[in-house]
């Protein structure tokens, strides 16, 4: 049965949030519960390629999430998951947003009020809420201008400058926050820019900092040991504006994935790691504020600041 598309991101909203809030208990401490059934018809089984954006392409643990959806879901037929082209986070909602483009159907980024407004967010943090924790990549020069840093207010006064893209929800939270920042469109670019000493910190989430160095491989790049900088900003899958039926089987794929234990596994196989080699728990803590989510994002968001100490625990175990 075709519903209005209003209807239906509202129900993937309050599907999603009532998900969200259950996350730790789900993810982390309950027994598997039954599969999630579909609340809508079940479509005919087609086969279908979704272009998943590089970055996330290129992303093992992003990557072997949609995959999980998408498995999770076989009444929507066979699938194949294609790297995008190379294109920078800005042009990739515009392409997802213009809807007439196949350049790219699925991206995981940051959430924020405007990017759900103009494109159908799966509202479930992809990483448990990890990414808006981050740490600093810095040069080893560099690390006695973290020294000393306990709050927010000496963050401000150390003059430090941190580096992020230019279209990356992040940057907006940073200066809303007082903190300046350096920017450019391109990803790659950042980490020549921190070489070049254009800034000192390069602000990564705690999920993704530990890959982008195996990446990079240069031994001058070092995780600054002693900061975490907190604020709420979940991470989601987003898809086109009108592709319906994209968003409801990686919904559903992930509702599953929570019911039976697997989305469990996930979190634990990619990220437990990033837990215990960063020492996230004994670093010190400079909580911000993200005055951008929308109200359902910013319930997500403080509720993920303030299990941060049990996600630790339980995904360092």
């Known amino acids: 049965m075709e519903c209005s598309l209003p209807a239906f991101i509202s129900s993937l909203r309050l599907r999603a949030l009532v998900l969200c809030l259950s996350v730790v208990s789900l993810c982390f401490g309950a027994a598997p519960l039954s599969a999630a059934k579909s609340a809508a018809t079940t479509p005919q089984a087609t086969s279908r390629d979704y272009v998943l954006w590089y970055r996330n392409y290129d992303s093992p643990a992003i990557r072997a999430l949609v995959e999980l959806a998408l498995k999770k879901t076989p009444e929507y037929g066979d699938f194949r998951i294609i790297r995008s082209e190379e294109l920078s986070q800005g042009r990739v909602l515009r392409e997802l947003t213009d809807g007439q483009s196949r350049l790219v159907d699925i991206a995981n980024v940051a959430t924020s009020a405007e990017r759900e407004e103009f494109l159908t967010a799966i509202p479930f943090p992809v990483d448990g809420g990890l990414l808006g924790f981050r740490v600093c990549v810095v040069l080893p020069e560099s690390l006695p201008k973290f020294e000393g840093i306990k709050n927010l207010d000496d963050l401000r006064a150390s003059q430090i400058w941190i580096g992020q ?116 728990d004994t670093r010190t803590v400079i909580a911000l504020e993200n005055p951008f989510l929308s109200e359902e994002s910013r319930y997500v968001g403080r509720s993920t600041l303030e299990n941060l ?3 630790l625990d339980l995904l360092s175990r």
Not at 168 to 178: H, I, K, R
Not at 200 to 221: H, I, K, T
Not at 236 to 248: I, N, R, S
């Open 309 to 311: 100490r049990r996600r």
């Open 165 to 280: 893209g230019s279209h990356w929800p992040d940057t907006p939270v940073l200066e809303a926050n007082g903190i300046p920042v350096v920017t450019h469109s391109r990803y790659e670019i950042l980490f020549g820019m921190l070489r070049n000493k254009r800034f000192d910190c390069f602000a990564r989430g705690v999920s993704e900092v530990l890959y982008d160095l195996e990446m990079e491989q240069d031994p001058n790049l070092v995780i600054e040991p002693n900061l975490l900088i907190a604020y709420p900003m979940p991470s989601y899958l987003f898809v086109g504006p009108h592709d319906q039926e994209t968003a409801h089987r990686l919904q559903l794929g992930i509702e599953r994935a929570i019911y039976d234990g697997s989305f469990s596994d996930f979190l634990r196989a990619y990220y437990a790691r990033a837990v215990r080699d960063l020492n996230l």
